[in-house]
């Protein structure tokens, strides 16, 4: 079965870490670029990052500097480390298929809650 499945998500206070994972199966992940996006409540969707079958990365603003994807395709899974959190942060993330501008095409997992709250 072709899918993704994001985890990882949690309660984090303030300035605190979590690290995503995006658990990819059924297609040649390492052919793809992958993404993260999240979803904030009452808002639309917002790219953050993404990393392409090269493993060069690009970051939204709001994640420059506190956030860091990466992926190992021997395990077929992707990854994003976040630093620093703010309540801004709180979100649902989901992973997908494709670049910023592609990704809206693609494959999407089924998101993983983050909660940045003291």
């Known amino acids: 079965e072709v899918q993704l499945q994001a985890s990882g998500g949690g309660l984090v206070q303030p300035g605190g870490s979590l690290r995503l994972s995006c658990a990819a199966s059924?297609?040649?992940?390492?052919?793809?670029?992958m993404s993260w996006a999240r979803q904030a409540p009452g808002k639309g969707p917002e790219w953050v990052s993404s990393?392409?079958?090269?493993?060069?990365?690009y970051y939204a603003d709001s994640a420059k500097g506190r956030f860091t994807i990466s992926r190992d395709n021997d395990k077929k899974t992707l990854y994003l480390q976040m630093n620093s959190l703010k309540a801004e942060d709180t979100a649902v993330y989901y992973c997908?298929?494709?670049?910023?501008?592609?990704?809206?095409?693609?494959?999407w997992g089924q998101g993983t809650q983050v909660t940045v709250s003291s």
């Open positions: 990393i392409d079958y090269a493993s060069r990365t």
């Open positions: 059924g297609f040649t992940f390492g052919n793809y670029d």
């Open positions: 997908a298929t494709g670049g910023e501008a592609t990704m809206s095409g693609g494959l």
